[in-house]
């Protein structure tokens, strides 16, 4: 048994302010005690700053990396802006993208994040056709998360046609797809429950993408594991479905039997009163990006009236655009307030809330924070910043969400494992240039 006790200058743990000194007891990379307002120990490992939980990323696309600088200056909307997207997806290798995921999680480990949901579609070879293991690229996000140091739940995607009304995948989604539902079910139970420090997830790309009968098929076959679906993201989308089927696509989705806690609808931008009923009565999960979301014009989801309803909020970077859990958070507040003309829509611990043990939830990983029980996975922000300098305790979470970045991010330990101490990662020592040589790879320059 391994044991050891941090004590931390401040701690948030789910409030609006934080606590000072604060021991945290850790035993085989879980928490088994928390003492407030007590005094350090000798043997304690002393934190100055702030620590709270690590951030937890419940929708990322690691190979979108490859794209920033590159499209964001660019016209059009999101269906233009695949078409970058899917060259790039079509140059990756097992070798190629194990290396720019291991970069691009360690950016994450960085930036405070311990944890992500990797929403994975790049199964097979350009041509469509199998790898020797099926499993090969799946595999090869799992080798790269551990070598970052980050939890993962592997989000696998089933993604067999190109829309409702075409019932092939396009030539560039051929290695996206495993042709029927029956392949794909069969593809991720090989992969089992996961491992150490690593989950399996299940992911109906869209309802364009796999089709009510089969998405009935998923829910019959789950087995216990979340799900994640891109739900209403695009106007598009919605006039497409409704009109294929005459319903939304959250109602398309609900009438398969798939809301409920193990649910998580990604994005949710343009969802009707009913979708939101639907979503809220059934205590599903949304996850909301909104870099990207902004980003590729996508627009400004109904984020109060889902939290308010009881979805349960989490976060992701999604695209990749920008890696910064803490503007994902504040993004949520700042964007609905020029949508709606008010300020204080959302509670800011809520957003850290969000941020934090909701895409624990998201992602099925059950309680998590600075409390008894839960991984010891927790960051340590610096308050030597120019953001962080006026720090005050009684307003911690405001001060955290609408000020804090990554590079206030000092310190992080998974399962009480240390991975970045003074802003270094410990096991990837050279983040920034295996970066420019990850994706130097992939990309035509």
Not at 357 to 362: E, L
Not at 409 to 422: C, E, H, N, P, T
Request: glycine share 10%; net charge negative; hydrophobic share 45%.
């Amino acid at each position: 048994m391994t044991t050891q006790t941090f004590h931390a200058q401040w701690a948030w743990r789910g409030a609006e302010s934080a606590v000072a000194n604060v021991r945290i007891g850790v035993s085989n990379g879980v928490i088994m005690s928390v003492e407030d307002g007590v005094e350090a120990q000798a043997t304690d490992v002393r934190i100055s700053g702030v620590v709270l939980p690590g951030l937890v990323n419940a929708h990322s696309h690691a190979f979108h990396r490859a794209l920033r600088g590159r499209t964001h200056g660019g016209a059009g909307d999101f269906w233009s802006w695949r078409t970058p997207m899917y060259e790039i997806a079509n140059r990756l290798t097992p070798e190629t993208y194990g290396e720019l995921a291991t970069m691009t999680f360690a950016e994450m480990a960085l930036s405070g994040i311990t944890g992500v949901g990797e929403f994975h579609y790049i199964h097979h070879q350009q041509d469509g056709k199998r790898y020797a293991n099926p499993n090969e690229m799946g595999l090869a996000m799992v080798a790269a998360s551990q070598c970052a140091g980050i939890r993962m739940a592997l989000l696998d995607v089933a993604y067999l046609h190109a829309a409702l009304d075409k019932p092939e995948p396009l030539a560039e989604q051929k290695r996206f797809s495993d042709g029927t539902i029956d392949n794909w079910l069969d593809r991720v139970d090989a992969l089992g429950e996961g491992g150490e420090n690593w989950t399996v997830g299940m992911a109906p790309h869209s309802v364009r993408a796999v089709h009510p009968n089969e998405l009935e098929e998923v829910v019959a076959n789950r087995h216990g594991k979340v799900v994640h679906v891109h739900v209403s993201e695009q106007p598009a989308e919605n006039a497409a479905c409704i009109a294929a089927t005459g319903k939304t696509p959250t109602q398309v989705l609900a009438d398969a039997g798939m809301l409920g806690r193990h649910f998580t609808a990604v994005h949710a931008t343009h969802l009707t009163a009913t979708d939101i009923s639907l979503l809220c009565s059934s205590h599903s999960g949304v996850c909301m990006c909104p870099t990207t979301e902004r980003d590729l014009a996508d627009g400004v989801g109904p984020a109060s009236s889902l939290s308010a309803g009881g979805a349960v909020l989490s976060l992701g970077t999604d695209s990749n655009a920008f890696i910064d859990m803490f503007e994902e958070a504040r993004a949520v507040e700042t964007d609905e307030r020029l949508v709606t003309g008010k300020r204080g829509v959302h509670a800011p611990a809520s957003l850290l809330i969000a941020a934090t043990s909701g895409g624990a939830t998201a992602l099925g990983w059950g309680q998590y924070g600075i409390q008894i029980g839960t991984p010891a996975d927790f960051i340590a922000l610096s308050l030597d910043s120019v953001r962080l300098a006026s720090f005050d305790a009684a307003h911690a979470a405001a001060h955290i969400v609408h000020s804090g970045a990554p590079a206030d991010v000092r310190d992080v330990w998974v399962g009480g494992r240390q991975i970045v101490q003074d802003h270094q990662h410990l096991t990837v020592p050279d983040v920034v240039g295996g970066l420019g040589r990850a994706i130097a790879a992939v990309v035509t320059m």
